[in-house]
T-cell receptor, first 115, second 118 residues
Framework: DAGVIQSPRHEVTEMGQEVTLRCKPISGHDYLFWYRQTMMRGLELLIYFNNNVPIDDSGMPEDRFSAKMPNASFSTLKIQPSEPRDSAVYFC?????????????FGQGTRLTVV | AQTVTQSQPEMSVQEAETVTLSCTYDTSESDYYLFWYKQPPSRQMILVIRQEAYKQQNATENRFSVNFQKAAKSFSLKISDSQLGDAAMYFCAYRRGVIKAAGNKLTFGGGTRVLVKP
């Protein structure tokens, strides 16, 4: 398996524009997570899905952020409109099951810069 | 809410020497898991080692080992025989063990940068 695939790897956009980040989880994994990494706040969970259903979106900062998982092999994180404070690295991770030996596998992240 | 604290922003170690990274956490749960992740410059988060809270035996993975002190809520990582490839950010993470919605997320510490000197 190629692992968790995120696209794009880098995104530079202007304030006010819509940004869509994409994630393809590992085949067979039933959990998908979106994390954001910033210098100020470190790594924080934004939202996660189980079997394509959003379970906990309490980490989504505000209504400008939305996430979808239309099927088991694809998820998007959308920011509309984007703001400079959204600049961060966004990670997608997937996992199979709940136990301790079911580790979360991370993608390489998307570095978002909003100017 | 659970919190994870890494008090060392940066640690430097000579190649082939040993370095220990500190991690403390705060929780009222008795069942949980602890992890150490490595983040090299490529940004990829890589699991280094994991520990179940109910296990008293400290986990080891080759040159990596942990010192898990449940009563003290401490979970340090020891890297033995350090190699240049060990240079990275290291994150300590916590996950609840119960099967509930909030049990699935990883709570991360702020990270420790490890520098390896040749």
């Amino acid at each position: 398996d190629a692992g968790v695939i995120q696209s794009p790897r880098h995104e530079v956009t202007e304030m006010g524009q819509e940004v869509t980040l994409r994630c393809k989880p590992i085949s067979g994994h039933d959990y998908l997570f979106w994390y954001r990494q910033t210098m100020m706040r470190g790594l924080e969970l934004l939202i996660y899905f189980n079997n394509n259903v959003p379970i906990d979106d309490s980490g989504m900062p505000e209504d400008r952020f939305s996430a979808k998982m239309p099927n088991a092999s694809f998820s998007t994180l959308k920011i509309q409109p984007s703001e400079p404070r959204d600049s961060a690295v966004y990670f997608c991770a997937s996992r199979h099951g709940q136990g301790v030996n079911t580790e979360a596998f991370f993608g390489q992240g998307t570095r978002l810069t909003v100017v | 809410a659970q919190t994870v604290t890494q008090s060392q922003p940066e640690m430097s170690v000579q190649e082939a020497e040993t370095v220990t990274l500190s991690c403390t956490y705060d929780t009222s749960e008795s069942d949980y898991y602890l992890f150490w992740y490595k983040q090299p410059p490529s940004r990829q988060m890589i699991l280094v080692i994991r520990q179940e809270a109910y296990k008293q035996q400290n986990a080891t993975e080759n040159r990596f080992s942990v010192n898990f002190q449940k009563a003290a809520k401490s979970f340090s990582l020891k890297i033995s025989d350090s190699q240049l490839g060990d240079a990275a950010m290291y994150f300590c993470a916590y996950r609840r063990g119960v099967i509930k919605a909030a049990g699935n997320k990883l709570t991360f510490g702020g990270g420790t940068r490890v520098l390896v000197k040749p």
